[in-house]
């Protein structure tokens, strides 16, 4: 990384770690893409196929359930311009994403493990909206391109970790153990968010 672009990666890194607000929403993108979306990507299609034994469309379609409620969501918000205590409803929407990874992970009936993924996909809608917009709004012009890098970086960054951390857990415990266990540890994070992490929930 050349001298100036590392000077612009620690500027950026310093303004958002010495806020708490920010630093709460990039942690819990952090731990979205460890402990949510690598997970899901990798465990889903597994789960799909030795326990629910459906085959290839219908494993898809699962993932599409998942897209469905996300774009449901996000069309939802878009036309929600004056929707207020956006911290306190970020916080909240946490706390939905782990118990419905937990149901995908025991159930072995497809329409409810398709209704969790619709759920876990309306709940991504809110999280991705609101933590960009939340982002947004408390970062000044001169410091959104970088602050918004290191936002992408926590996410999407950290997918393959996610999988991979995932996978190597599934050849110990199985699939659905894996996605439990994925889920049992976001579900504990997003509770110590909501009681813990005061200037998120007071962002609007």
């Known amino acids: 990384m050349r001298p100036r672009m590392r000077d612009a990666a620690r500027e950026g890194a310093r303004f958002v770690f010495g806020r708490p607000a920010l630093r709460a929403l990039v942690v819990s993108s952090i731990m979205t893409g460890l402990f949510q979306l690598g997970p899901i990507f990798v465990l889903i299609p597994e789960i799909a196929r030795t326990r629910l034994e459906v085959g290839a469309g219908l494993n898809s379609l699962l993932l599409g359930f998942t897209s469905i409620g996300m774009l449901l969501m996000s ?3 878009a036309t929600r311009h004056g929707l207020g205590r956006k911290g306190y409803w ?3 929407n946490l706390l939905v994403a782990g118990p419905a990874m937990v149901v995908m992970g025991v159930s072995g009936w497809y329409p409810l493990t398709a209704l ?9 809608g809110v999280h991705i909206n609101m933590n960009q917009a939340l982002i947004q709004m408390n970062t000044p012009n001169e410091m959104m391109g970088r602050v918004m890098s290191i936002y992408m970086l926590s996410i999407a960054g950290l997918i393959p970790l996610g999988s991979l951390l995932s996978g190597v857990t599934a050849e110990v415990i199985g699939a659905d153990g894996a996605l439990i266990l994925a889920g049992v540890v976001f579900g ?8 813990t992490q005061r200037e998120l929930r007071e962002l609007d």
Do not use: P
Request: hydrophobic fraction near 80%.
């Open 75 to 77: 069309t939802f918000l």
């Open 90 to 92: 970020f916080l909240l």
């Open 116 to 124: 969790a993924l619709f759920v876990w996909g309306l709940n991504g």
């Open 188 to 195: 504990v994070y997003a509770v110590w968010a909501f009681v």
